[in-house]
């Protein structure tokens, strides 16, 4: 018997639903090929009306690889791989990561050699305005560069570090600034201005104009999916052909995510 999933592409460069399905329940072998099918395919992966456990969304994170606990540390939790993003304070101390200003674009963990490849993120509270993600399709930003861009870019390097200095490892990372997706051979920008500082080699003010020109070239609306979070969604992305970004929102309303994320042991190439 077919079990085939319904895939509802956006209609943008990147994003699909995937609906019908009840993430409480565990998906067949058949169906996990066809959610990394879909995600191969458009980036990033969404289901709505999901109403699901912490070992729900590690059980999920799991069929697409080793869920792994956040490099940053939060307060104990029963379930160590749910990472808590929310301005949310209990007892004036903040109970996740991030506040309820914008995040810039950024590819998940990208100061680490090893960076995540994917990630996931459940909606438990959303404020009434704004704290929308956006994706941008850096592999269809990159074939749209110009030829000269593109040969001046080949073989460089960029160092990534987080901003806040304790995250980072010892020894300093850089990735190449074109990387190539290990499943479908296509290449992408691999830079984006949240953790992005440097090219290797280059002159500061070289390096500075060169990451911004890349940055005007990504983040044009042809390139950008915005998901309009609602409760119970769950959104499944890959982070080696996309980068995202987080709007801002008002201080005085509540927002809670809960993120997993994924190592398959990848160095960007």
Not at 31 to 41: G, K, S
Not at 79 to 91: D, H, K, L, T, W
Not at 136 to 158: F, M, P, T
Not at 203 to 226: G, V
Request: charged share 25%; aromatic share 8%; proline share 7%.
């Amino acid at each position: 018997m077919s079990t085939a999933l319904k895939i509802i592409p956006t209609g943008e460069s990147l994003g699909a639903e995937i609906a019908d399905v009840d993430l409480t329940q565990s998906l067949t072998r058949e169906q996990v090929e066809q959610v990394r099918a879909a995600l191969l395919d458009y980036g990033v992966v969404f289901f709505r009306n999901q109403y699901i456990s912490e070992p729900d969304q590690v059980r999920f994170t799991g069929y697409f690889g080793r869920p792994v606990e956040h490099v940053r540390k939060q307060r104990p939790r029963p379930v160590p791989e749910i990472f808590i993003i929310s301005n949310v304070e209990e007892n004036g101390k903040p109970i996740g990561a991030l506040g309820h200003g914008e995040v810039s674009f950024h590819s998940d963990l990208s100061y680490l050699r090893q960076p995540g490849t994917l990630s996931v993120l459940y909606a438990v509270e959303i404020p009434q305005e704004g704290g929308q993600t956006q994706w941008c399709n850096c592999s269809a930003a990159y074939a749209e560069l110009d030829n000269e861009i593109k040969d001046r870019i080949d073989g460089l390097r960029a160092v990534h570090r987080h901003y806040v200095e304790e995250q980072n490892p010892p020894e300093t990372v850089d990735h190449p600034v074109v990387r190539t997706h290990p499943e479908t051979g296509r290449k992408s920008l691999y830079v984006g201005p949240h953790l992005t500082k440097h090219i290797v080699g280059m002159h500061s003010t070289e390096s500075a104009d060169l990451l911004a020109l890349l940055y005007a070239h990504l983040e044009q609306p042809r390139f950008i999916w915005t998901h309009e979070w609602q409760i119970g969604d769950l959104v499944l992305w890959d982070n080696r052909p996309t980068m995202h970004r987080r709007l801002p929102f008002p201080s005085n309303q509540r927002r809670l995510m809960k993120r997993t994320q994924v190592f398959n042991d990848e160095i960007p190439i």
